[in-house]
T-cell receptor, first 115, second 112 residues
């Protein structure tokens, strides 16, 4: 079974600065999908960014980008120009093409943004 | 508006009293699933359904039941809730197996 690990329970960043959240995963599959979800205090799960394992190019969505290192099984999220609204729980998730549409989540990282 | 709805949003109940958390989506999605969220563990899948009358276990199915009689609805049933089922529950749906999942707003359940 796949596992996803987020080693940073909490992170903080100064407004307008850049922060990187770490995620590692364990799998024997070669084709899979990786995601970062944001959960603000409203508890809503919001998809931030996704990466297909077969794509070498790192995904980017506005101020959010990933550093996908397939050999190292690492999938970090970089948030540039941090804003107060970025404060939330962030979850890394893995989806296997062989497990229906089940997402396997990491334990989460709480990001605090200081004004 | 395309959305996944859950009811109730908050529920406090006692051990052994049967309860149902409803989930409904208006996007004609085939795939629906239930997750529970616990501190430090992220979200874990309880059950999922690929279509009407087709359901299967996820990672943590013990103590839960589901049904999928209609495409839009996927209720989660706790026949005899226990305190270890105190958690935050999310319903999610997607167009198909390899499509993005849309999450409901969550249901906070407390079992005393």
């Amino acid at each position: 079974a796949q596992t996803v690990t987020q080693s940073q329970p909490e992170m903080s960043v100064q407004e307008a600065e850049t922060v990187t959240l770490s995620c590692t995963y364990d799998t024997s599959e070669s084709d899979y999908y990786l995601f970062w979800y944001k959960q603000p205090p409203s508890r809503q799960m919001i998809l931030v960014i996704r990466q297909e394992a077969y794509k070498q190019q790192n995904a980017t969505e506005n101020r959010f980008s990933v550093n996908f290192q397939k050999a190292a099984k690492s999938f970090s999220l970089k948030i540039s120009d941090s804003q107060l609204g970025d404060a939330a729980m962030y979850f890394c998730a893995y989806r296997s093409p062989n497990a229906g549409n089940m997402l396997t989540f990491g334990g989460g990282t709480r990001l605090m943004v200081k004004p | 508006e395309a959305q996944v709805t859950q009811n109730p949003r908050y529920l406090i109940t006692v051990t052994g009293k049967k309860l149902t958390v409803t989930c409904s989506q208006n996007m004609n999605h085939e795939y629906m699933s239930w997750y529970r969220q616990d501190p430090g563990l992220g979200l874990r899948q309880i059950y999922y359904s690929m279509n009407v009358e087709v359901t299967d276990k996820g990672d943590v199915p013990e103590g839960y039941k589901v049904s999928r009689k209609e495409k839009r609805n996927f209720p989660l049933i706790l026949e005899s809730p226990s305190p270890n089922q105190t958690s935050l529950y999310f319903c999610a749906s997607s167009l198909g197996i390899n499509h993005e999942q849309y999450f409901g707003p969550g249901t906070r359940l407390t079992v005393t």
